[in-house]
């Protein structure tokens, strides 16, 4: 798993700012992800966490700084953002299922129209990738007919069958019922140990604990702290998550 | 005890109607008076209503007068080309109640019930002294068989079908107008003779076809990043819905042909057409902008995160969500543009309405007692009133349909 051998960075964001209005969201972000790696990013509510992740696909514009994403660099060239696109999934909070398309529908839909793969092709695919979240016979309905586990192990399923090199969770739990946090856990940590390079922002801690290899800190829109999960968790060096730390575990 | 088991069956109601009465509408004394005296106003009305209904000879001067209703001025050795364009509706219609079952099917067989009943009518009064249309019985009855056809073919070869249909439905409206208008071997009918409730139904329905797809670019213009794009969007639509319709009407007949060349001319129905339709698209764009406003914005992110380009998402997600979500509000807004269009007769175009007051006003009636106004306009209302009803009552039924799975 933590694989320390110095590979090519497939993630590199240097200096990245952004500001909404007056207020600075995101302040000299520099990080650098292997390919492989898995991230949790963690931090107060408010530390820009999530802006961070979503500047990544550029669902947010950050206004300073190079974010570099398997060697495409993010400009405001529109064939540049779709190329990065292609190659990052991510899931939302929200879950952000097409609720008036199928299960099937809502997977098939972007290998459909943005690899321009058949119909049967896809449809292979998605079969595979719900049986590999468990809801394989869930296929032909809808949306508002699943639970918000169900659902969102769908979004995962959904943003995988584009077989992107980096998947994006932003807070992928928090909006469920603590009885389907586990059931979605349990899909991401079976996706992390397939190798894929994941940037996670959650406060599930049990979860970075056991998958992580690096761990983030934010605060007030920097990065204060990042190491492997024990350094994190036995010996902060910051104030900041020495507190955060200790009101959330 | 009675009313424990109404509770317990509600399907089965063992109240009798005795108790019911006293329950609901004698339970105290001034309920009393109030029932009493509501049901003695209902029965003035309907008596009366039915009485002048059963007994009035005004019927007469609608059915001498009834291909005027349909078709207006329209040549009669020329009507059968109305009647052809109908008999073709009722083809695909039965065809596409066959295919797609369910909704289209209902509608399908509430058309060809009209049909049939109003071919039963056309036959108790054959061509002895009034003029109903040339063969007027023959048609309705063979135009409601090829209906009963087309659901019962259209159901056993459904797969097959689908998009002949689709395609056929398309070219519905243009091959329609060319037999209605000739040119191509038939004998020109000018529109200044089109009139009745043929001219309602033309502009009405070029009204919804074309301002739909108008009013959806409108719309989504005014979202646009693009200013240009955008400001002439906001302009169109703050200008048009600023102006009442008549004004519209009015610009459209007198000061089109001033930006137009000489040699440019377009006849009064046209101009009519584009004003409707200018008018609806303005309203519609705004309809679908709430829709499209009322979509949480994770759906639009959820597909770029995808790598769907703008029109993608906007074709494949928003849209279809948007659409979906304002059915009421756009059959709504399709009701009242088939009833405006009743103001084309200040423009001099003779549609349902102008016609029911030419017929009224034929001196044939002039000594018929209490005159044929009221006969005429009962007539048209009734048929403003099953239009507008199916309208209504369909979009009920999409509703629900729709919301079948969505929750």
Redesign the interface.
């Known amino acids: 798993m933590a694989d320390q051998t110095n590979q090519e960075p497939i993630i590199i964001c240097e200096g990245v700012n952004k500001w909404y209005g007056e207020f600075h969201a995101l302040r000299d972000v520099s990080i650098r992800v292997r390919r492989g790696e898995v991230v949790v990013i963690c931090g107060p509510s408010g530390s820009g966490k999530s802006t961070f992740i979503r500047t990544i696909?550029r669902?947010e514009e950050h206004q300073q700084g190079t974010i570099i994403v398997d060697g495409i660099e993010m400009t405001n060239d529109?064939r540049n953002i779709?190329a990065i696109?292609?190659e990052?999934?991510?899931v939302?909070q929200?879950f952000?299922?097409?609720?008036?398309l199928t299960v099937m529908q809502n997977i098939t839909?972007?290998p459909i129209?943005?690899r321009k793969k058949t119909r049967k092709e896809s449809d292979a695919k998605a079969k595979e990738l719900l049986e590999r979240v468990g809801i394989v016979e869930q296929a032909q309905?809808?949306p508002?007919?699943l639970s918000g586990g169900q659902q969102q192990r769908v979004?995962i399923a959904?943003?995988l069958a584009?077989e992107p090199r980096i998947m994006l969770f932003d807070e992928p739990t928090s909006a469920l019922d603590p009885e389907m946090v586990k059931e979605v856990l349990d899909v991401m940590k079976e996706l992390a140990r397939g190798g894929i390079t994941m940037l996670c922002v959650t406060h599930e801690m049990g979860f970075a604990r056991e998958v992580a290899d690096r761990i983030v800190f934010m605060d007030h829109g920097q990065i204060v702290e990042e190491g492997n999960p024990e350094q994190i968790f036995s010996a902060p060096q910051h104030e900041r998550t020495k507190l955060f730390l200790s009101q959330i575990l | 005890m009675t009313t424990d088991s109404a509770r317990a069956r509600p399907t089965k109601p063992t109240v009798v109607l005795w108790d019911w009465l006293r329950q609901n509408l004698f339970n105290t004394w001034y309920n009393a008076i109030i029932s009493v005296v509501i049901a003695f106003l209902l029965y003035q009305l309907l008596s009366n209503l039915l009485g002048w209904l059963l007994t009035t000879q005004g019927w007469i001067a609608v059915l001498t007068n009834i291909r005027l209703l349909f078709v207006g001025r329209y040549p009669p050795d020329q009507v059968w080309r109305v009647e052809v364009v109908v008999a073709l509706i009722a083809l695909l219609t039965g065809l596409s109640g066959g295919v797609w079952k369910g909704i289209v099917r209902n509608l399908a067989t509430g058309f060809g019930l009209i049909l049939f009943v109003l071919s039963l009518i056309a036959f108790t009064f054959p061509n002895d002294g009034f003029n109903p249309m040339i063969a007027a019985p023959i048609f309705l009855l063979g135009s409601s068989a090829l209906l009963a056809l087309g659901i019962w073919g259209g159901s056993r070869i459904a797969e097959r079908l689908r998009i002949p249909l689709i395609i056929s439905w398309v070219l519905l409206y243009p091959i329609g107008i060319l037999i209605i208008r000739g040119g191509v071997g038939l004998p020109v009918v000018e529109t200044n003779l089109w009139g009745g409730l043929l001219l309602t139904l033309i502009l009405s329905s070029s009204g919804i076809i074309l301002s739909f797809p108008l009013g959806v670019l409108l719309a989504l213009g005014r979202r646009s990043d693009l200013p240009i794009v955008k400001g002439f969007c906001i302009a169109y639509i703050e200008l048009i819905r600023g102006i009442p319709l008549v004004t519209v009407l009015f610009m459209a007949q007198l000061m089109l042909p001033l930006f137009l060349p000489d040699q440019v001319r377009i006849d009064s129905v046209v101009r009519a057409m584009v004003a409707v339709t200018l008018f609806s698209a303005a309203y519609l764009a705004e309809n679908v902008r709430g829709g499209l406003q009322s979509l949480?914005r994770?759906?639009a992110?959820?597909?770029?995160?995808?790598?769907?380009?703008s029109v993608?998402t906007t074709l494949?997600?928003t849209l279809?969500?948007a659409l979906?979500a304002i059915i009421p509000v756009l059959v709504g807004q399709f009701i009242s543009l088939f009833k405006d269009t009743s103001l084309v007769v200040i423009v001099g175009l003779i549609d349902l309405l102008g016609i029911a007051r030419t017929i009224y006003s034929q001196a044939e009636w002039k000594d018929f007692t209490g005159g044929v106004w009221r006969e005429t306009l009962f007539v048209v209302a009734v048929i403003y009133w099953i239009f507008s009803f199916t309208m209504s009552r369909t979009s009920k039924k999409i509703e629900e349909k729709m919301s079948v799975?969505?929750?």
């Open positions: 696909n669902l529109i779709d696109r292609r990052t999934g991510m939302f929200q952000n299922l097409f609720p008036h839909l972007a129209w943005v309905k809808f508002g007919q979004a959904r943003a584009m | 949480p994770g759906q992110e959820a597909a770029r995160a995808l790598g769907l380009n993608q494949l997600i279809p969500q979906r799975g969505y929750r």
